[in-house]
C-alpha cells in the first residue's frame, strides 16, 4: 500500500489509523491533511528546543496541556522520541474518557514513555503524578485561559521551554466591554476597541501581548510567529519562550501600564 507523501519515514502507520488521521486503506482527506500540517510545523518548531534539552537532561519530560486527543503528544514521541532511549511526553486532560482512551492507544502503539493524567492545569501543578522539574511545556489550541494557566504550569515547573498556540481567547475582552464607558471617557485609544468586532479582535491581541511581557519578566525570551499558513487555521499565533534567567528590565511596568491603561487591573493576578 503506498502512504501519501505527507507520511514520514518509520512513522507508525497504526498510530495514524487510530487518530483517525489515515483512513483504513491509508488516504489522507483534506481535513487530516490539513490538521497534520498543523502538527508537523509544530513538532518542526520544537525539534531543536528539544534537542537542546536532550543535550543538557538525560530523562527530560514534555508536558502537553489540554491534550485532547493527543495528537500533538503522539506525534511528538513517534516522530522525536521514541528513536531516543530516554525522554517522556505527558499528557494533561480534563475529559477523562480521552485520558483512557490516550492510554489504551500508548499501550498499542507500543509507546512506553508516553502518560497521560486526568486533571485539571491547577492540580497538575501539585500532584505527584507530573514530575517537579519539566523541560519544556506544550498548550496546542488550549482555549481561553487555558494557555494561562499552562503558562503558570511551566513557571511553577520551571520549563526551559514553552510552547504556545492559543485559541478563543475571550476573558480579556469581555472585560473590556464591562469597562467600555469608563474607558472611552478615560482615553482616545479606547476608540481601537470601541466597536463589538474590535472589542474581540483586539482584547484576543491585547491577550497575547500581556503573556508575552509576563513571560520576559520571568526571565524567558520570547519569539512570536505563524504557526501555518492563515489559509490553514486563524487560530495561529506561536509563541515560543526560552528561559534565560535574565528578565527584560521594563517588562513589568509595561505590562502592569496596560492593564491600568486598557482597565484590566482585574485580571493583574493572572499575568503575576
Not at 490539513?34 to 527530560?60: C, G, M, S, T, W
Not at 509576563?214 to 528561559?243: F, R
Not at 527584560?248 to 486598557?262: C, P, Q, S, V
Request: glycine letters at 4%.
Amino acid at each position: 500500500m503506498t502512504m501519501p507523501p505527507e507520511i514520514k519515514p518509520h512513522q507508525s502507520i497504526e498510530l495514524l489509523k487510530a487518530l483517525h488521521i489515515l483512513t483504513r486503506d491509508g488516504k489522507l482527506n483534506q481535513d487530516s491533511r490539513r490538521k497534520l500540517k498543523q502538527v508537523y510545523h509544530l513538532v518542526n518548531f520544537i525539534e531543536p528546543l528539544l534537542n537542546d534539552v536532550l543535550a543538557k537532561v538525560p530523562d527530560p519530560t514534555v508536558v502537553d496541556h489540554g491534550a485532547g486527543k493527543s495528537y500533538l503528544g503522539f506525534i511528538l514521541y513517534d516522530l522525536l522520541l521514541k528513536q531516543q532511549p530516554a525522554g517522556q511526553v505527558i499528557g494533561v486532560e480534563t475529559r477523562a474518557d480521552l485520558v483512557e482512551k490516550s492510554k489504551t492507544l500508548a499501550e498499542v502503539c507500543a509507546f512506553p514513555r508516553m502518560d497521560f493524567h486526568h486533571l485539571s492545569v491547577a492540580d497538575s501543578m501539585t500532584s505527584t503524578l507530573i514530575p517537579k522539574q519539566v523541560q519544556i511545556v506544550t498548550a496546542l489550541h488550549a482555549c481561553n485561559t487555558a494557555t494561562d494557566d499552562a503558562i503558570q504550569f511551566g513557571l511553577k515547573k520551571q520549563a526551559q521551554y514553552m510552547v504556545l498556540v492559543p485559541c478563543c481567547q475571550a476573558e480579556v475582552a469581555e472585560v473590556m466591554r464591562q469597562h467600555k464607558a469608563d474607558s472611552l471617557s478615560k482615553t482616545e485609544l479606547s476608540e481601537v476597541w470601541r466597536h463589538p468586532i474590535h472589542t474581540r479582535e483586539f482584547g484576543s491581541h491585547i491577550t497575547n501581548v500581556l503573556r508575552c511581557l509576563q513571560l520576559e519578566a520571568h526571565g524567558y525570551q520570547v519569539t512570536v510567529t505563524e504557526l501555518v499558513g492563515w489559509e490553514h487555521s486563524m487560530k495561529n499565533e506561536l509563541i515560543i519562550a526560552k528561559y534565560t534567567g535574565h528578565a527584560r528590565k521594563n517588562a513589568r511596568d509595561r505590562l502592569n501600564n496596560i492593564l491600568e491603561t486598557f482597565n484590566l487591573t482585574s485580571l493583574s493576578a493572572r499575568f503575576m
